[in-house]
């Protein structure tokens, strides 16, 4: 069975940091593209973060750069979002998605999120 869950938010000061953790199960995590996306009540769904299989190349949102590392552990089937300086407009439901590369091109697996409030 396949499984996303995400764990780590939770309620922060402006300024502060926090750091998301994804536990994958139940596929090839290491041929997978891992992304962080977020979601504020009452907007689109935003990509935060991309960290590519196999090459481990690492893109990010113009709102998050220098701010935001994406970083991953295939040993662990885990990938991390370290968010530093945050600031209210950081509110939101934070969710991994797991983007198939290669021979699974084309499959897409989502977890359910994670809240992340940042306060003024």
């Known amino acids: 069975q396949v499984q996303l869950v995400e764990s780590g938010g939770g309620l922060v000061q402006t300024g502060g940091t926090l750091r998301l953790s994804c536990v994958a199960s139940?596929?090839?995590?290491?041929?997978?593209?891992m992304n962080w996306y977020r979601q504020a009540p009452g907007k689109e769904r935003e990509l935060v973060a991309t960290i590519y299989s196999p090459t481990g190349l690492r893109k990010y949102g113009d709102s998050v750069k220098g701010r935001f590392t994406i970083s991953r552990d295939d040993a662990h089937d885990t990938v991390f979002l370290e968010m530093n300086s945050l600031k209210p407009e950081d509110t939101a439901v934070y969710s991994c998605?797991?983007?198939?590369?290669?021979?699974?091109?084309?499959?897409?697996?989502w977890g359910k999120g994670t809240l992340v409030t940042v306060s003024s």
């Open positions: 998605n797991a983007q198939g590369a290669d021979r699974y091109y084309g499959i897409n697996y």
């Open positions: 139940g596929f090839m995590f290491p041929s997978y593209t």
